[in-house]
T-cell receptor, first 113, second 114 residues
Framework: AQSVSQHNHHVILSEAASLELGCNYS??????LFWYVQYPGQHLQLLLK??????LVKGIKGFEAEFIKSKFSFNLRKPSVQWSDTAEYFC???????????FGQGTELSVKP | SQTIHQWPATLVQPVGSPLSLECTVE??????LYWYRQAAGRGLQLLFY??????ISSEVPQNLSASRPQDRQFILSSKKLLLSDSGFYLC?????????????FGPGTRLLVL
């Protein structure tokens, strides 16, 4: 069965630290890839997405993600986090041919001022 | 621009009571609609999706059902709630895109069954 794995359940960083959240998926075919973010008390928002082309994708608020097909990975990065980045982050994968959006279990990020 | 609404925001219901959660989308036509349940530490689980009025696909057998009486309205229901139905329910929409669809989520309904 297709699955998405986010390696870190809870990450705690200080402001200005660099961030990398891991995401791996299990599906051999072409996929669409997404990162969503859920800030405290807010609804789930799209952070960035990859359909095709340049594997390095830029998103909102300084986030980026790199698709590495050979590693089945789509890791999220930010060079310098802010306290306002405190949120839960979800990786999601959508197999191109008729598949549904499959979510990872989420990573809770806490940024200390 | 498109917006998605869900209500109620919070609901406390006794075991065995019926349930009706509503989701509506504005600013678009013929969207695909989805119901998810979000459990802490377990991500989002797709419950139902719909590609048109009256067309419902169920992903997980359970105590819930869904209906789409109008193009932009999606309803999640139950005849008799169980304790295990407690959770956070999210509605989402997307435009059919031949495999390149992005889903956008509503604010969710937190359901507590006592």
């Amino acid at each position: 069965a297709q699955s998405v794995s986010q390696h870190n359940h809870h990450v705690i960083l200080s402001e200005a630290a660099s961030l990398e959240l891991g995401c791996n998926y299990s599906y051999g075919g072409t996929v669409n890839l997404f990162w969503y973010v859920q800030y405290p008390g807010q609804h789930l928002q799209l952070l960035l997405k990859y359909f095709s082309g340049d594997p390095l994708v830029k998103g909102i608020k300084g986030f980026e993600a790199e698709f590495i097909k050979s590693k089945f990975s789509f890791n999220l990065r930010k060079p310098s986090v802010q306290w306002s980045d405190t949120a839960e982050y979800f990786c999601a994968v959508n197999p191109l041919l008729g598949g549904k959006l499959i979510f990872g279990q989420g990573t809770e990020l806490s940024v200390k001022p | 621009s498109q917006t998605i609404h869900q209500w109620p925001a919070t609901l406390v219901q006794p075991v065995g009571s019926p349930l009706s959660l509503e989701c509506t989308v504005e600013g678009t036509s013929n969207p695909n609609l989805y119901w998810y349940r979000q459990a802490a530490g377990r991500g989002l689980q797709l419950l139902f999706y719909s590609v048109g009025i009256g067309q419902i696909s169920s992903e997980v057998p359970q105590n819930l059902s869904a209906s789409r009486p109008q193009d932009r309205q999606f309803i999640l229901s139950s005849k008799k709630l169980l304790l295990s139905d407690s959770g956070f329910y999210l509605c989402a929409w997307s435009l059919p895109g031949g495999g390149r669809e992005t889903q956008y989520f509503g604010p969710g309904t937190r359901l507590l069954v006592l």
